[in-house]
Structure formats: structure tokens, C-alpha cells
């Protein structure tokens, strides 16, 4: 019950605080409140035991991409520079999508089912095996480097290309005001 | 940013803090919540509030360029490293049983080294991109 309310409040929060984001001309603002978004998420994700990713969310999310994103203003601007204006197609075609979301949630199983496939499929095997074939207390350790050893790889791939990507794009020397491409100065 | 005597002082207390929970949370991924990814988000956190606080100038100075751009590709390749390394010793790519006598043994010898590699290969790359996108 005590969880339910605390659920309640967070989501209510998630949605005052997306509103917020999306009010805000104040590029600066809206960043902060981007951080408190992901932080609010991360507490989110602690209440559905899900500690890990809760602590995923919170350094990343909260951490490391509002520097990014404060970095960024810091090289564009601070303000918003053009006026929003209603569009009445992109209305629609958002009433649209966000209805067929909430038309599609229908077929979702309910919250923490058991008979669903993700459920009955391979978790129970990890469930009984790991504590015998890896050893390793934290189930979702053992799970992620381990058992899924081959797609936590993929991801260290991924995130090493997305540096490599920035790099190419971003790091190979600035152009200054007087047109030199100074080398090394990422 | 030579003026924030307040933020020198309470960054130059946490940093050492920051880097020590990093640690902690590197090694203490399978005992508790935590691994690779978020002890080297937090490892690089530390760094980027040195950056933030004393210059990316300094920072540049702490951490040369060109050594955290190799370290990225460290951690990857030490991941693969022990995925190669479980070929040569019989298994298939990415199998921890073998490497120590007993498959326990080496399924914790595999995670631990594995989780090192993300871990190295996330703090650096984080950096990497502050570094891209932090005003001179």
C-alpha cells in the first residue's frame, strides 16, 4: 500500500516535471529539470526493486548527461532562440500516436505476471542455476556478464563507437574566428 | 572559475570520495547493485567535476587526450581479450569456465576482469566526450 502511494506520487511528479521541461524557454532550466526528471525515474526504478538500473539511471541520466547537455548549451546558447507555435497536423498526428500507444497497452500482461514468456521462458532457469554455475550473489551480475556475456559486449562496443563517433565529429580541432584549424585542440 | 573558493575546497574533499565509491562499486558488483557500467559513469564523474572546477585546461593536464582515447579501446579489448582467451583454453568465446581449474573459480576470475574492461572503456569514453564538448 505504502508503495502504491509513493508510486502514485513519483509518477505524478514524473509528469509535473515533463510538463515543466517542455514550458521552459530557458535552455538552462530545462536541463536541471531534465537531471531531476531522470533523478525521480531512478527512485521510480528503486520502488520496482530494480536497484540497478535505478543506479544507471541516476549517473547517467542525472549525471553525466546534464554535464553533456550543459557542455553543449555551453557552446550554443543559452536561450531558445524561435517561438513555438501550435501546429495542428503535429497535434494530431501526436493525438493519434499517443492514442494507439494506449490502444496497444491493452495487450501488455499485467504488472509482475508470471505466465508472461519473458517470465516463464529463460528467468527461471537463470533463477535456479546461477547460484551453482556462476556464484555470484547479484543475479543481475551474473545475468549481464555471464550469461548475456555476448550483448554486454555489444554494448561496451557501442558505447566505445559512440566516443569514437563524438571524437570524429566533434574532437579533430575547433575552427576559430580567424578561419585556423588549430591541431590538437580537442 | 578562480574565485569559487567554497566549490575548491568541497570538490577537492569529494573527488577522492567519488573515486573511492567508483571502486566500490566496481567490486562490489556482485555482491550488490552496481558493475562495470556505473562504477566507471562514476569514476569519470569525478574527474569531470575536477574539469568543471578547475579547467578543462587542467584536466587536460591530470589526463592527457590521447591516453584516455587508448584506454577506451583498452577496456574493449580486454573484454574480448578474455573471450579469446576462453578459446584458446578449450571453451567456446566468452566462456568463463574455463579459465581456472574450477568453472566457478573462473566464472568469477571472467566477470571480474570482463566488468574491469567495461568499467575502463566507460570512464574513458565519458571523459572523451566531456572533453569534446567542454568549452576551452
Redesign the interface.
Known sequence: MTVTIINIILLCLLVVTAIAVNQQRNLFAATMLAGIYSLISASLFVCLDA??V???EA??GA??AT??FL??L??TGFEEKTEVKVSIPGLIIVLITGGLLIYGLQDIPAFGDANTPVQTYLAGKYIEDSA???????L???V???YR??D??G???V??T???G??M???RG?KHKKGLLEEG?? | MEHYLVLRVVARLLIPLIMLFALY?QFH???????G??AG??F??GF?LYG?IYGVDSLREVVH?GFV?SL??F??LL??GV?IAGMLMGGEF?N?NVLATD??AG??L??LI??A??GI??A???V?????????
Do not use: W
Open positions: 536497484v540497478d535505478a543506479f544507471t549517473s547517467v549525471g553525466i554535464i553533456l557542455g553543449t555551453a557552446l551453482t554455475e556462476i556464484g555470484v550473489p547479484n543481475v551480475t551474473s549481464l556478464a555471464s556475456g555476448y554486454t559486449f554494448e561496451t562496443t558505447i566505445f559512440a566516443g569514437i563524438v571524437l565529429l566533434l574532437g575547433r585542440d580537442y | 562499486v558488483g556482485d555482491y550488490g547493485p552496481g558493475g557500467f556505473q559513469v562514476i569519470a564523474a569531470i568543471i587526450p582515447r577506451a579501446a577496456g574493449v573484454y574480448a573471450g566468452l568463463y568453472p566457478v566464472q568469477h571472467g566477470i570482463i566488468e574492461g567495461v572503456t566507460v574513458s569514453t565519458m572523451i566526450l566531456f572533453y569534446a564538448f567542454a568549452r576551452p
